[in-house]
């Protein structure tokens, strides 16, 4: 039988231009460009500018750093996490949706293809991925980002940032704590160095120890009573000190940077989008005060040119202008919205067959919809919306309807399925306009959900239909968790579609009429209710952190969700048949036997957690450490291999750092973190391994 491995490093990392660079020559190549330059020259290095471009204008790109004098190439920025952000891109499924893919091999392609279309475009780095927890769903950025499990965020960052940096230079982002958006430029994330070190940081550090991320965005808010533009334990201490991190930070846009001296002594290399705190006239002063030191500064300036090295930015590389939205990559968009798709609930109506007569209901079948419109907005060329994919299914049989049909009309139809959801004006990246119906470049509205509950109206629309249907589909709309508590038992079907790209509608289609199986899985519980989730304050100005959210939170309370993190259905039926732990020389060999036992092709999600069963100090009951995707035929059995090394179960302690505890480890298995029917435990003692009867 054959083994793949469940997450192949090597195969993540290759051609990341930061991996392959030497260091040695970019090294003295950096040096000897900063002797050339005055104060001034160097200060020009360390903040936005318009340089000979467009600046925020329709080209989207944000300078900075030009100085053609000294052959000195600038840094031409531009977002973001869901396509290239300038002019027209190919617009993929948002994060979320790729998180519910679980598939970090195809969120390396992802990376890949936007790096691709930035370069194309005359970018050269990348605003992107956006890693910050899900702290709670009903954070307005939710949609950006993959995940509310760090060990998960991190496998999918690392692999989007190696995909990016084959071809410009990615920027991870928020760092740190960025979680909640209505209070964003003041809020003050308090956090224990444990789960700052355990919980919301793990998965940066992946983007930069494994992926050798060439840049990082600070936050807007703060940690621990400090800013994060001016954190000196976040951009010092643990981003360099602890991590080896060599790039440069860029502030976050407009309120990012805070101070002059602050600021550039914590390690804050480059204020964006344009100098105000670090003016010539400013910095100048500080130098002359004694407040900044010029080894201050060049330290700040070498980061930069660096990397301007390192990604042979000074010679010039063309990527053509037809890559943006080529075949290849809207195939990708339509391939990774296949993937992303979550079925949550399926009594036996789908997928659907081409002689039914279908309902088609809602506006948002009609809509372009997808995702906020904040600075991670794409405009493609076409998008292809549920309408259009099920227009152009050959031999579908369908009648559109705005609203929920009467009794007597729907009668006429076996199937209805209403496209409800979210759009950017109840979620996204809050930006205060007067315009609430942005359309176009415009960017608007988003913010915190304070529910977890559909608008009113869409709730109305699927009580509607689903009590007048013989048979109701919900396709979902949504940048992350929804409460569908209060309508569930009342449809057949729950398809989650996140906002599914430029592409979405075919592959909806192709969903709904099983030419595709659903494989996506949950990267974020769906609750049983809105307090299952505990307090949220969408104006909070102070929020706590502690080890335990989403899973790990309900864990702790023994609560069910109602779909649980990790969880997703399919059109066939998954048996893990066995499973083997071996004890390797520094980590854990766990090989899975998967069969497909039923009667079509799909892929299954295979998740593994590890509890610590009497440790000393309080941990989580469990937590994802190894995930895989396996392509599996009807019939097949194949064995798919995790690696889980001893420094996947340490805690984190203030004083000795990661540590490795002796007591029992318990591995388990299964499709979801409440589905984990296979479990082994090992004990550690001193410094030896035994397996338990
Ligand atoms: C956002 C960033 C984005 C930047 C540039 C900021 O307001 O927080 O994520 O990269 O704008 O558009």
Redesign the pocket.
Known sequence: MSTIKAFDLKEIRRGNKALESDKTLVDSLAKASLETMTLEEKIEQLHGSKGSGDMGTEKGLYWSGENSAKGIPPFKMV??PRGLRAGFATAFPVPMARGASFDPTLERRVGMAIGEEVAAAGGNVL?APTVNLLRHPGWGRAQETYSEDPFHMGLMGLAFVCGAQNFVLASP??FALNNLETTRFEVNSEIDERALHEVYLPHFRRSIVDGCAASI?SAYNKVNGTYCGENSNLLEKILRDDWGFEGFVES???LGTRSTAPAINAGMDIEMPAAYWFKQEKIEDSVAKGEILTETIDRNVLRVLRQKFAFGLTSQISVSKERIECEEHLSLAQEVAEKSFVLLKNEGVLPLKAIQNIALIGKLAATENLGDRG?SMVRSTHVSTPFDGIENWNGASFTFFEDAPESDVLEGFDVAVVVAGYTYQDEG?YIPTLNKESSGNDLARGGDRSSLRLPIDQEELIGAVSSRAKKTVVLLETGSSVNVYPWIDSIEALLVIWYPGCEGGKAIARTLYGEVNPSGRLPALFPKSDEQFGEWDTNAKEVKHGLFHGYRYLDCKHEKALFPFGFGLSYTEFKVKSVFVNRKKRHFSVIVAVSNQGKVDGDCVVQLYVSCLNSKVDRAKKELKGFGRLSLPANEEMNLEFEVPDSDLCFYDREAGWVLESCLYRFSIGFSSEDLPFSQTWRFEDTSWTKEA
């Open positions: 977002d973001g605003l982002k928020h965005m976050d846009w407009l600075s990246e």
